[in-house]
């Protein structure tokens, strides 16, 4: 049985939204190290410090006292060029 070779690619300076739950906090790490830019998108803004000091460049907060469209505030900031994870 041959293996297939991995196809998985990304296009360098892509942005990466993620959740910043605990596990999400590593992969906002490895999405630095790898020279993608994470976004971060969580309730509340207490979180926004624990995102941002790993390493996200930016913080969407979509709790419910915050009414903000999500797609729109990322595509704004990444001028339509993002990866939702």
């Known amino acids: 049985m ?4 991995n196809q998985c690619r990304y296009i360098e300076e892509s942005s990466v939204s993620l959740s910043c739950v605990s596990l999400f906090r590593v992969a906002i790490q490895y999405a630095k190290a790898m020279g993608m830019r994470p976004i971060a998108i969580d309730l509340g803004l207490e979180k926004k410090e624990i995102c941002i000091s790993h390493g996200a460049e930016l913080f969407v907060d979509c709790s419910p006292d915050n009414p903000v469209n999500i797609h729109e505030s990322i595509n ?5 060029r993002s990866i939702y994870i």
């Open 2 to 5: 041959k293996k297939k070779k």
């Open 76 to 80: 704004e900031y990444t001028q339509g």
